[in-house]
């Protein structure tokens, strides 16, 4: 696999690892970067093509990062929330646990 492609595939994973919201995936697939591109810098000078490629691949790292950056948000949104009703799943779960039309057969 030449230099452009081998960098496109790695922007499409991080990509499709992101917008599949499969954070193990991306993770792998981030880790994987530094190494990957070490290897493909030792090649020699970029063409034009390869810097396209490049280009490609610092923005769909800007892509995951973003999608990582909205999770993270999105997540502590909801442990906020959690947190600040924390009361009311108590009660919610204590009162559950007390009604006998919630018990399982």
Do not use: F, H
């Not at 108590?90 to 018990?103: S, V």
């Amino acid at each position: 696999m030449d230099r452009s492609e081998a960098m496109r595939a790695l922007g499409d994973e991080l990509v499709a690892a992101a917008t599949a919201s499969d954070w193990d995936r991306l993770r792998v697939a981030a880790r994987a970067l530094p190494s990957a591109l070490r290897e493909l810098a030792g090649r020699g000078p970029l063409t034009a093509r390869e810097r396209e490629a490049l280009t490609w691949l610092r923005s769909a790292y800007e892509q995951a990062q973003g999608a990582c950056a909205r999770a993270a948000r999105d997540l502590e949104l909801r442990l906020d929330d959690m947190r600040n009703n924390k009361e009311g799943w108590i009660a919610y779960a204590l009162g559950a646990e007390n009604d006998p039309a919630l018990e399982q057969p």
